[in-house]
């Protein structure tokens, strides 16, 4: 359930199932294996584990997950390593599940392209997400994906501003 809050139904039962082809393995960046779903599933899990253990009331002050950061999926496929958004679905379960939150900032300082995460991983019924990505042009991406974020950063509430934060 919580991972269907940002990925497609279609594509997390596919996974579970071992029913990507070779070429969306590839896509991800290796090969399915059952230690690797459970690897999948349990990074996801932690993440979302430790959102809730800040999030709810009386809860930790800070929180951590030394196995997340799996923030390269999208919506409907696995790449780069990550087969599932945690940080996504983390967010995304923050504001399903806590009403007082209504926004969420996430920032993405990797020195390559954002994989447009929280907006991909964001269609119209799913809750709006934040995202803010900080890669200067002396960055390791040479090569970008083109992505529909601009577009529907108003729509999604994606853009921020500095008097928003």
């Not at 809050?5 to 996974?15: F, L, S």
């Not at 999030?55 to 951590?64: H, L, M, V």
């Not at 907006?119 to 997400?129: I, M, Y």
């Amino acid at each position: 359930e919580d991972l269907t809050t940002v990925h497609d139904g279609e594509y997390v039962r596919r996974y579970l199932a071992n029913e990507l082809s070779h070429k969306e393995n590839r896509r991800i960046g290796f090969p399915w294996s059952e230690a690797g779903k459970l690897r999948a599933l349990s990074s996801t899990g932690g993440t979302v584990a430790a959102m809730h253990a800040v999030c709810r009331p009386g809860g930790a002050r800070f929180a951590g997950h030394i196995a997340g950061g799996t923030h390269h999926a999208f919506a409907d496929r696995g790449e780069g390593y990550c087969v599932f958004n945690d940080i996504a679905v983390a967010a995304a379960c923050a504001l399903r599940d806590y009403p007082a939150i209504r926004r969420v900032l996430l920032v993405d300082l990797d020195v390559h392209q954002v994989c447009s995460a929280a907006a991909d991983c964001n269609g119209s019924h799913r809750p709006p997400l934040r995202e803010s990505s900080h890669s200067g042009g002396s960055t390791l991406a040479q090569r970008t994906e083109a992505t529909d974020l601009a577009h529907r950063s108003d729509r999604l509430g994606t853009r921020t501003e500095a008097t928003d934060l």
